[in-house]
């Protein structure tokens, strides 16, 4: 008698998804976590923390992810590119 298949810890309670998805998925996070923190320091800048912060600081993030978001899916390719040329493949 075998014992019962461990099931992998799911993230969150959903599935993983399949490898493939690893091109869009890598971007997605990087572009989220990349414009919460450039976004959230010009708008501390640009304007300091007071009343209006959070709305101001969320509308900039929107609208910044909304361009890094392709941006990085377009260069990214470009970017492995100069990466391998520039670093030994050991």
Same mark, same amino acid.
């Given at each position: 008698m075998t014992a019962p298949k461990q099931s992998t810890p799911r993230? $969150? +309670?959903f599935a993983k998804l399949p490898a493939r998805y690893a091109g869009v998925v890598l971007p997605f996070f990087l572009s989220l976590i990349m414009t919460c923190v450039v976004s959230l320091i010009s708008t501390l800048r +640009?304007? +300091? $923390?007071g009343v209006g912060f959070f709305p101001l600081w969320l509308g900039s993030w929107g609208l910044s992810w909304l361009v890094a978001f392709p941006t990085l899916l377009l260069v990214l390719p470009l970017v492995r590119k100069a990466t391998a040329a520039v670093v030994r493949q050991d």
């Open positions: 993230p $969150f +309670g +640009g304007v +300091g $923390f």
